[in-house]
């Protein structure tokens, strides 16, 4: 049996504004805003797999220096290295040697997988793709974290629901919410009067700013064939009204609305808007193409804004955010966002939950919202004054409006399958090599043998 979380917009009537002049406590407010956000579409109901132990375990280290040994994705910023000195700093007898993995989460997930299906303790603690925690929960690769949780009474009530939920699988909580991404559409202020509302329109306008102030491109997205592609896909998509699957977790792709979506994103790929290399471009390149002033738009996740302001930067203090444009049926963002979990087979558990609690508390969040531009999912974070002036982004009426319309991807034990079908069709169809039509047939025919 398996889950999805719908497809769906969500509307939220409630602005920065507002905040200030209801005078109704911001943590109230925005824990309102972000679970009506996030969590109204996250729905679990799985299968029982095996959670281990329910005791906190102690490890074998109490007393002795420990190193703990962190994995995460390749980090564009330089905040892990500040956050995790400042828990070194807290907790003398505990080391953290950071194990950079690659930026591609497919790429991460495959290379995890092989590690923990072979039992490796080499990793004690991780960050996950919100994609993974159900199929990582079920494989018995993660620490159940309740009892932690438990023990050092853990309000997850000051957290994101959405954001929560996304470490959650049938009923219990594998990870610890980190940070909270939703798709965005970047604009540079000095070429851009008006941020366009609809895909047409941002199409006007790259067509007519490309060629000025450096912008050899007119847009960039993630149109290499790996999981920010399917990131992309579902807003194309979702902004014509398609969906993968629908609100019961049957496949719903093969519809007028999402051809006309994968029309949308095709005619983009095949345009002079894009690099002529676009279907190998991920975020990194992204992040570098856009650094150099190489074009007027791009679609990126939040980190992006501190990325496009760091020193070095081409375009510091030249970038804006607005929600992506629009189809006939609105503007779609993709939910995406990272939690933290232990490694089941981690021989320094204590420790490793340690790290986690601090990372994904307050302290950690704070740094990682100030010097990694990531959004917090600690909702207190969004009242503090010092993260509110370092990311602006974060008191912006434009972010919130992005995530305003945030969806999920499926959340499934098989998702990776789900992703691998959508990742190949779409590929396909943006080289040409397939119309959208025959694309959406043949994920409906390939999606059906997956879910059931
Ligand atoms: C970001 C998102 C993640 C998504 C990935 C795709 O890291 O947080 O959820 O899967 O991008 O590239």
Redesign the pocket.
């Known amino acids: 049996m398996w889950q999805q979380l719908p497809f769906c917009l969500v509307f939220v009537d409630w602005s920065f504004d507002d905040i200030y002049e209801r005078g109704e406590s911001n943590v109230k407010l925005w824990k309102k805003m972000l679970a009506a956000g996030v969590s109204a579409s996250l729905v679990f109901s799985l299968a029982a797999c095996g959670s281990g132990s329910d005791e906190v375990e102690g490890g074998d280290s109490d007393g002795k220096k420990v190193t703990l040994t962190y994995a995460r994705g390749k980090d564009q910023t330089g905040a892990t290295t500040k956050l995790i000195k400042a828990f070194e700093k807290k907790h003398p007898q505990i080391r953290v040697k950071f194990k950079e993995m690659p930026s591609d989460?497919g790429v991460s997930h495959d290379q995890y997988v092989t590690m923990f299906s072979g039992g490796s303790g080499e990793i004690d603690v991780f960050d996950l793709?919100?994609?993974w925690p159900a199929e990582f929960a079920q494989a018995g690769y993660l620490e159940p974290l309740d009892r932690y949780i438990q023990r050092d009474k853990i309000d997850l009530d000051q957290y994101v629901e959405g954001a929560v939920e996304a470490g959650n699988y049938n009923g219990q909580q594998w990870a610890m919410p980190k940070f909270m991404?939703a798709g965005l559409l970047f604009y540079r202020t000095d070429l851009v009067d008006k941020a366009p509302k609809t895909w047409d329109e941002m199409m006007e306008q790259a067509k007519k700013l490309t060629g000025k102030n450096g912008a050899k491109y007119g847009y960039l997205f993630?149109g290499k064939q790996?999981?920010?592609l399917v990131?992309n896909f579902v807003e194309f998509i979702g902004s014509c009204g398609g969906q993968v699957l629908d609100e019961q977790g049957k496949v719903a792709i093969n519809s007028p609305e999402t051809v006309k979506g994968l029309q949308k994103m095709a005619e983009i790929a095949k345009s002079d808007l894009v690099p002529g290399n676009v279907t190998a471009i991920?975020?990194i390149e992204t992040d570098a193409i856009y650094g150099e002033g190489q074009a007027v738009f791009d679609r990126q996740?939040p980190y992006h804004y501190a990325k496009m302001n760091e020193d070095g930067s081409k375009v510091k203090g030249k970038v804006a955010v607005a929600p992506l444009p629009a189809g006939d049926q609105g503007s779609v963002a993709a939910l995406?966002?990272?939690v933290s979990g232990i490694n089941k087979n981690s021989k320094h558990k204590k420790e490793a939950w340690e790290f986690i609690k601090f990372m994904t508390g307050p302290e950690g969040q704070k740094i990682s919202a100030i010097d990694g531009g990531l959004a917090p999912t600690y909702i207190p974070l969004f009242e503090d004054s010092e993260v509110k002036s370092a990311s602006p982004l974060f008191k912006d009426k434009n972010y919130v409006e992005g995530l305003k319309s945030a969806i999920s991807r499926p959340v499934s034990p098989e998702y990776q399958k789900i992703s691998d079908i959508i990742q190949v069709e779409v590929s396909k169809t943006l080289a040409g090599k397939q119309t959208p039509e025959a694309a959406v047939k043949s994920m409906e025919k390939k999606l059906q043998e997956v879910v059931k």
Do not use: A, L, M, S
């Open positions: 989460t793709d919100v994609i991404d993630q790996y999981e920010g990131c991920t975020e996740w995406g966002g990272w």
